[in-house]
């Protein structure tokens, strides 16, 4: 079983290298050119294991996966309601740590004060796709032709979950 737990300054490193990691894919982010470690710092920052964590997902003595829950809109209304971002190390997909890691958000999300876990991916991204709708995430919204990743235009999906 994968440990699991709240991420502490000495993992931003690894957890921007899996998530620059991801970018070259063009199925995961947005992103289109490697992040530094200062420019996510206050992104770091925002992260609480009270109310919005980010938790890491260790595999043996390195970090594999990590997810965090964020402050949907930041408008106080919307205080109940996270938006997961959830990110595998490419060596370590397609073996449980992505499950592992949105089981815990799931399960932990209405002691977190969380009643709507929100995911935005993009249609073309089949295996998160997969793995959110796996845990009962339904399609609430779609977003076509959202985005332009290489001059190839992307669709983006809402995906949602309600706690009750």
């Not at 998530?19 to 770091?44: C, H, K, L, M, Q």
């Not at 919005?52 to 594999?64: N, Q």
């Not at 009962?136 to 032709?145: A, D, E, T, V």
């Amino acid at each position: 079983m994968p440990l699991i737990r709240d991420a502490h300054e000495g993992d931003l490193p690894a957890i921007v290298a899996i998530y620059n990691d991801s970018i070259p894919g063009r199925r995961a982010t947005a992103d289109t050119e490697p992040v530094s470690v200062d420019s996510r710092r206050d992104w770091f920052a925002q992260h609480s294991p009270q109310h919005y964590p980010l938790w890491v997902c260790e595999s043996g003595i390195e970090i594999a996966g990590w997810l965090s829950m964020s402050p949907f809109r930041g408008r106080p209304a919307y205080a109940p309601t996270a938006e997961i971002s959830l990110y595998v190390a490419s060596d370590h997909r397609r073996r449980g740590i992505g499950q592992a890691l949105l089981a815990k958000a799931v399960d932990q999300a209405p002691a977190l004060g969380l009643e709507t876990l929100l995911a935005l991916v993009f249609a073309h991204n089949a295996p998160s796709l997969s793995l959110f709708r796996k845990f009962r995430f339904q399609q609430w919204g779609y977003l076509p032709k959202i985005a332009k990743l290489d001059e190839v235009e992307r669709d983006l999906v809402i995906l949602g979950r309600g706690q009750s």
